[in-house]
């Protein structure tokens, strides 16, 4: 029956379906009377004969009612029964939701940072409250205009003193975001909450989920017995400080993971920092020498740098950069000029306040000088702060440095994505094919090599 007909007070018209609750149908609708649009979820007619859900249904909007004063929390404006049908009233969010978003692809780190943190301190004040969410997932953290988060749906919620309502042994909650005790049918806690919002930052930093499997029973299982993959081997720019984040955000043992939502994103934000002073250097790999390609002369301020990789046989790896030149390509002569193993510069702090192109210029400089190891982290942080500003060309040189130095440090699998990124940038450029031929050849060496030993 659409709205308009009787199926809310008269007061509420111009009814569109927007979406769907773990209970209810939830529509776009005028409030005539205060003249704004609201969101109304309305209990489905099957559960409207039950008085126990009906009860449930009634109580969850109270307890999230008492949550409305906080900004990242939807706001409840009402809370009612027409013709035996209970409805919620809430602020509609015209932004959409962080599941649309993903659907667009993976964001920025920084923005997803930023998601995440609004979502925590959501949760963490409802945890205050005395009420658990029980189905934290990127649908039910919705967007306003300004793009920030409102935790949205606390339609399967658990307050405090009203747990005769979540009887034991009843899984509540989506499989892909459902944590270990709720898969077995445990009581849901703050915990819980904390190990979904875990699962939803693993999807926004990777790109996908922790334990995606081929059906939902096969998902929810795997949280209850699969082990936490590694976010570096899914993604090699990411830091791996973040695997032993993830660990604990996702432990099986409820007691062992952080005390606060708040106190976990803390903990991701960290191991960026600490990951953009550091990074993990991978053993390079013995093969014969690789010829050189330089690139054609660019001016200065396109802060462009040459392509890489000569390999010495019996000593491991050595890079070279050639820079400048005839603007023309020619082989290089000599593995020994700026070898990437001089001593790597240290990175300070005052990196963090650089624009993108700043640090993408500094890490060219010590790329000039054959520090790859000190050009790597500026080069990562100028990436992460170009990712999506697609036709924009110093993203294209960003990836390329990147790439570049990814294989001077014998690192050829590593690179092959940001050399992809930037021939997609910069389709017309010979140096990019040719560095990504190299990287690809390299990387086939390297994956040779991992398989032959004993």
Known sequence: MPVGTGLLPDRYTGARPIGRGGMGEIYRVTDTVLGR???????????????????????????AARLSGNPSIVTIFDVGEWRDRPFIVMEYLSGGSL??????????????LDWLEQAAAALDAAHREGVVHRDVKPANLLLDRRGDIHVADFGIASAAGLDSLTQTGTVLGTAAYLSPEQAQGKRATPASDLYALGVVAFELLTGRRPFAGDSMAAEAAAHVTGDVPSVAEIDPSLPPQLDEVFARALAKDPNARYGSCAEFVAALRAAFDEGAGSTRILAAPVTSPTRVLAPRRRPARLLLVAAVLLLAAGVGALASTLLGGSGGRHAASSPSTHAATTQPTQTTT???????????????QLMQRGDYRGALPLLQ????????????VNAGYANYNLGVTLMALGQCQ????????????????????????????CGDQQGKGKGGGD
């Open 37 to 63: 649009a609201v969101a109304v979820k309305v209990l489905a007619e099957r559960y409207a004969q039950d008085d126990a859900v009906r009860e449930r249904f009634t109580r969850e909007a109270l307890a």
């Open 99 to 112: 599941e649309e978003k993903l659907r667009e692809g993976r964001p920025p780190t920084r923005q997803a």
């Open 350 to 364: 005052a990196a963090a306040a650089l624009t993108p192109d700043q640090l993408n210029a500094q890490g060219y």
């Open 381 to 392: 942080q100028a990436v992460q702060g170009l990712q999506g500003q697609t036709g924009d």
């Open 414 to 441: 590593a690179a092959i994505p940001y050399l992809d990124t930037a021939k997609q940038l910069e389709p017309d450029r010979h140096e990019v094919d040719q560095a990504l031929h190299q990287a690809q050849h």
